[in-house]
């Protein structure tokens, strides 16, 4: 059996998709979302099969949800309307999608392709879009207590790594992640982040002072009044970044 989650901001579009799954062998629809947050918490709650996925919401889009997605992520399967240059990107990294309105038959087919399909294969299928339509992530999924909270770009300071947990740090508090700074370092805007040693990656706009130290090494001032040290390597690679920093 295979659970699927509904995410689509428009309610006559997730009751046919309801009405089209009824007739799919094997099916079950455990939960429904009408936005990119509801979705978010609801995948992380019911931990689905299966999502499918509309991209063009309002808000955090379908893209934005599958990127924000910790590992192991559900299959989705991305639902668009018109979004042409998305198509080809499908197209183009074997992407399972459905073009609107959706068909019985073109739903039954594209069930069957995530049936026979590997995991890991279904994985990089996804990251290769999303990184090819969206780019850089904006947002991040932390867990606070049982819930799960979405942390914008910009409310980052820093992400720090202790005891075998990532943590996204912002000026009022931290929250727990479950991808790896290495994971987090491919899918940051190098522009807008730089990692400064294997403990800690840095917002380059939250930087308010570098302290070079003996050594080679350095510190960083934050402007949250913490301090970080910088590993020896990193230290030309975060003065390159701080000069050439994109402001957003």
């Not at 062998?25 to 996925?53: F, K, T, Y």
């Not at 969206?134 to 991040?140: A, D, E, L």
């Not at 940051?188 to 302290?211: Q, Y």
Request: aromatic content about 4%; charged content about 30%; overall charge negative.
């Amino acid at each position: 059996m295979i659970r699927v989650v509904i995410v689509d901001d428009e309610e006559p579009a997730r009751e046919r998709m309801r009405l089209l799954l009824a007739a799919v062998p094997d099916v079950e629809v455990v939960g429904e979302a009408a936005n990119g947050e509801q979705a978010l918490a609801r995948i992380g709650e019911l931990h689905p099969d299966l999502v499918l996925l509309d991209i063009q919401m309002r808000g955090i889009t379908g893209l934005e949800v599958a990127a924000c997605l910790p590992r192991p992520r559900p299959r989705i399967i991305f639902c668009t309307a018109f979004d042409q240059y998305a198509v080809d990107a499908f197209e183009l990294h074997a992407v399972d999608y459905l073009l609107k309105p959706v068909s019985r038959v073109r739903l039954a087919h594209a069930i069957e392709r995530i049936r026979s399909k590997p995991e890991s294969v279904a994985e990089a299928d996804v990251d290769h879009v999303t990184d090819a339509i969206h780019g850089y992530c904006t947002r991040f999924l932390a867990r606070c207590g049982d819930r799960l909270r979405i942390i914008p770009q910009q409310d980052v300071v820093s992400f720090s790594s202790e005891g075998g947990l990532s943590r996204v740090n912002t000026r009022e508090r931290q929250f727990v992640i479950d991808p790896s700074l290495n994971d987090l370092e491919e899918r940051l805007d190098p522009g807008l982040f730089c990692r400064i040693s294997r403990a800690a990656i840095v917002n380059l706009d939250a930087v308010t002072e570098v302290r070079p130290m003996i050594g080679g090494i350095a510190n960083v001032a934050l402007n949250t009044g913490v301090v970080l040290e910088v590993s020896r390597r990193r230290v030309k690679e975060l003065l390159d970044r701080l000069q050439g920093a994109r402001r957003v």
